[in-house]
């Protein structure tokens, strides 16, 4: 696709200019001219010169690929030391009720070294069938090699829809197949539907910053590829009674190329802050006002045994670090109870937060949006209401723990006695 201003019809009005998001247009002697560098083809310029008509978006007739060739939704199964990453497991069950709603199979790809198990446990997790590649060659994540194998065999059988988690993995591994298969990739999803006419895959993410939801649909190429930020959707039910079939993959029909050489894999040594992972979330706002009154946060989150998230609010004022952001341009969390305090409920907030199980709002403001989307909401100061909080549940904690020991100490006098 590319784009032109027809001289003859330009009056350099520069109303194109005024419409332009990306400051793309510029007017010298009557003309308007746009910098390609900058435009994004999204035709805003066209329709402001609706009434001369000077701006023309060039369409080049695209090739389409024969749809019906292709079936199945397939999902990359990142695995990490023998275990199923947690975003596989979600994009397993968001990937059978795609494939139900198409009446397609659900597949995942598995590459690897001994991975039998894992695959009976894709399985287990909703999987149809298992292509499974194994080697040693493939027991560390080698860009190359693996993007490689992954395009030998979506070439192979076509299918119609390929998932991954926009986890550093994925995020690295996703382009590279796309660009091999000539394909769309959408990043960064939060939502994935059917559309029930055309059967393409409405594939959304956050756009312009965060500022609106773009919906975005690959209709002339397949597969049509996305991947799924962790923690967007719920995870796949694991059921023992569930069948399917492994199928060994030879990938050695591929040469893999190998620019990159792994040589160590270095565990991060920070405190190991994955907020991604914690059932319970206590996040703080701007609304606590100091760094000193942020620990309050802390401690509520310990007496609860949770991680501490917080906005981009407190991040920026220095209270925390970037590690426990929540929300578009931080982590997206889906713990079982999240406690927001002292957090005005901006949309990017909410985007990386909203699919807690359930949610607790404190904030004095009562028309904080925050509170549209919380199960309890609680108007107060929290600098009150948190401190009481984390006292009272200090308390009924105790409390447990006195009477597990009263229980043990009853049981071993049994045992004694006995
Ligand atoms: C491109 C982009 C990306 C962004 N990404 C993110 C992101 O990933 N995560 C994120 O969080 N934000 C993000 N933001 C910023 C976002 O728009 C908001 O500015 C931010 O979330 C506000 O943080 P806050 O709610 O802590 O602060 P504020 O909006 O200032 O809200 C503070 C709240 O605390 C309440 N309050 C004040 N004092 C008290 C008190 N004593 N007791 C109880 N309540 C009190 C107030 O009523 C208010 O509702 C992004 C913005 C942009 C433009």
């Not at 560098?37 to 690929?65: D, P, S, W």
């Not at 994935?192 to 910053?209: M, Y």
Request: glycine letters at 8%.
């Amino acid at each position: 696709m590319g784009i032109r201003v027809i001289e003859e019809k330009c009056k350099g009005c520069k109303l194109c200019v005024a419409l332009c998001p990306f400051g793309a247009i510029t007017v010298t002697k009557k003309l308007a001219r746009i910098d390609i560098g900058k435009c994004n083809l999204c035709g805003a310029c066209v329709e402001a010169c609706e009434k001369f008509t000077a701006i023309e978006l060039i369409r080049e007739n695209v090739q389409t690929v024969d749809k019906s060739k292709y079936r199945g939704v397939w999902v990359f199964a990142e695995q990490k030391e023998k275990r199923i990453a947690d975003v596989t497991l979600e994009l397993l069950g968001k990937g059978r009720k795609l494939a139900d709603k198409l009446g397609e199979p659900l597949c995942a790809m598995l590459l690897g070294d001994q991975l039998g198990k894992l695959a009976r446990q894709l399985i287990r997790f909703g999987a149809d069938k298992v292509y499974l590649a194994q080697s040693p060659q493939l027991a560390m994540f080698i860009e190359d090699s693996f993007a490689e194998v992954i395009t030998g065999l979506i070439k192979e059988h076509k299918p119609n829809i390929v998932l991954l988690g926009a986890t550093t993995l994925g995020r690295s591994l996703a382009p590279r197949v796309a660009s091999r298969l000539e394909t769309g990739l959408t990043a960064d999803c939060t939502g994935l539907e059917i559309d029930t006419e055309s059967k393409d895959l409405l594939q959304t993410r956050p756009a312009f910053g965060g500022n609106l939801m773009a919906t975005i649909i690959c209709p002339n190429h397949r597969p049509q590829m996305a991947s799924v930020r962790p923690k967007v959707f719920k995870m796949a039910q694991r059921d023992e009674l569930r069948m399917g079939r492994i199928i060994k993959y030879d990938y050695k029909q591929h040469t893999l190329t190998q620019r990159a050489q792994l040589l160590a894999v270095v565990k991060e040594g920070a405190e190991a802050t994955n907020i991604t992972e914690a059932d319970i979330i206590v996040a703080g706002g701007r609304g606590l006002g100091s760094v000193e009154n942020f620990k309050i946060i802390e401690d509520l989150a310990q007496a609860l045994g949770g991680a501490v998230g917080a906005s981009r609010g407190a991040v920026d004022a220095g209270w925390t670090s970037y590690a426990h952001q929540v929300g578009q341009t931080g982590k997206t969390v889906r713990p079982k109870l999240y406690i927001a305090c002292g957090i005005s409920g901006a949309i990017q907030h909410l985007v990386g937060m909203q699919s807690s199980e359930i949610i607790v709002a404190i904030n004095k403001d009562p028309k904080a949006p925050i509170f549209n989307v919380a199960d309890y909401s609680i108007v107060g100061d929290v600098l009150e209401v948190v401190p009481a909080l984390t006292e009272e549940i200090k308390k009924v904690r105790t409390e447990d723990k006195e009477l597990i020991i009263s229980d043990s100490e009853q049981e071993s006098e049994l045992v004694l006695s006995s």
